[in-house]
């Protein structure tokens, strides 16, 4: 078995996992910003599909609300904790005849013929996380799907300031006060991580070169410590995500950058247009359009959206 995969089932199944992605939304504002870009991808996409296979589907976020359309879901993922809070969330929304659920690794898609579902989807890089088999995994997705594909992946060009800025998440923390251990990590390590904050070319330009932060061996050794290191993730450049889509065959591929826009916006600012409905929704429809110019896609805050058909 390939160290992704292990590496994955690990990290994802961690037993609060299923918990703390579930509350992503309510945290983090580049969360909402993401999620609601592709909500409104997949609503205005949905012209002849009837099955849905969703690829690391996680807590249901998109799941579920295909389910509530009358649609037919495949729910894929690594991890139980996910599966069981999807569970638990599609039979509150009454729609679990609608899911079936399905624990297993995107690696191995041997098991569904070729053009078994109208669409598939895979939301939020767990295409990313099958490095070194990323392209093999996409073009399995294309492979199973009749109509149409919609992914997003971790974006090279977005993920970058990160190397250059230990604290980029902050920016897109919703409530100071949440009890998340993330946000409390991002405040009470923000100094410092400023004072002990030096740029690297030779870092920087590594990740640019490859597209990966980690450090391949060193993440293996700590899976083989015992540890439950965050997954080895492949970023991808746009033109590359674009080429493999189309040498699998997808036709009028089209990129977005969900966040490019919310990122040129200072935290507090952010905040108090999340907190007010009004702004909010104007703001989540304007980023929607900006994110979908094609000349902003690779500085999408650290995911990269693409929609094609078969
Ligand atoms: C960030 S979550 C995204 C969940 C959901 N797609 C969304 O957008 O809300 C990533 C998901 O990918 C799953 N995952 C990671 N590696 C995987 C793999 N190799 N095969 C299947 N699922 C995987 C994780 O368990 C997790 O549920």
């Not at 909402?32 to 012209?47: G, M, W």
Request: proline share 4%; with cysteine; hydrophobic share 35%.
């Amino acid at each position: 078995m390939d160290y992704s995969t292990k590496i994955s089932e690990r990290m994802w199944n961690q037993p609060d996992k299923g918990e703390l992605e579930a509350e992503r939304e309510n945290t983090f504002i580049d969360d909402i910003v993401q999620k609601a870009h592709i909500e409104k991808e997949l609503l205005s996409n949905l012209d002849g599909i009837e099955t849905v296979f969703d690829g690391g589907a996680g807590c249901g976020r998109f799941s579920i609300l295909l389910a509530k359309q009358g649609l037919k879901v495949t729910h894929f993922d690594i991890s139980k904790p996910m599966i069981d809070k999807a569970h638990e969330l599609a039979a509150r929304e009454g729609v679990l005849d609608n899911i079936t659920f399905v624990q297993g690794a995107l690696e191995d898609l041997s098991a569904y013929a070729d053009r078994s579902f109208d669409l598939v989807i895979s939301f939020d890089s767990p295409i990313s996380y099958t490095y070194p088999n990323q392209e093999k995994t996409i073009s399995e997705l294309v492979r199973i799907a009749r109509k149409r594909i919609m992914i997003s992946v971790s974006s090279r060009l977005g993920a970058l300031p990160y190397a250059a800025n230990p604290i980029q998440k902050n920016q897109f923390i919703l409530d100071k006060n949440s009890k998340d251990g993330w946000v409390q990590w991002c405040l009470s390590n923000r100094e410092r991580a400023v004072s002990e904050f030096s740029f690297s070319k030779e870092y920087t330009m590594k990740t640019y070169e490859t597209g990966l932060f980690e450090d391949v061996e060193a993440v293996k050794k700590a899976y083989e410590r015992g540890e439950a290191p965050w997954c080895i993730s492949y970023h991808f450049m746009p033109e590359e995500l674009k080429g493999i889509l189309e040498k699998n065959g997808v036709k009028n591929v089209e990129l977005a950058g969900p966040g490019a826009f919310a990122r040129t916006l200072p935290n507090e600012i952010l905040v108090k247009i999340v907190n007010d409905p009004k702004q909010k929704k104007d703001f989540l429809e304007f980023c929607h359009m900006y994110d979908s110019n094609p000349y902003v896609c690779g500085m999408g805050k650290d995911n990269l959206f693409a929609k094609g058909e078969i």
